[in-house]
């Protein structure tokens, strides 16, 4: 399970967040995808704080974490009443 990261971000400030998971802290592009198929998402800050970005890149608003991390998956056993 990966956590979110704390980053602070400056209102009106462009960032993009890695899609890749290849960056330095995961979630802000550093250039690592270069390669590959994939493209960081850009979004600008909606206001001077402290915002909690998705690591595990499976939130459904990303770049912001929505606790889907810690959700747990329903596993189909099924199989071991045959």
Not at 15 to 32: I, N, P, Q, R
Not at 59 to 64: D, F
Request: hydrophobic share 25%; aromatic share 10%; net charge positive.
């Amino acid at each position: 399970m990966k956590h979110p990261v704390k980053v602070y971000l400056e209102k009106g400030k462009t960032y993009h967040f890695c899609t890749c998971g290849k960056s330095a802290d995961g979630v802000l592009c550093d250039g690592s995808h270069k390669g590959s198929e994939f493209t960081p998402k850009e979004f600008i800050a909606t206001r001077n704080s402290e915002f909690l970005l998705c690591l595990c890149k499976k939130s459904t608003c990303t770049p912001y974490c929505d606790g889907t991390h810690a959700k747990h998956e329903k596993l189909d056993l099924d199989f071991l009443l045959d």
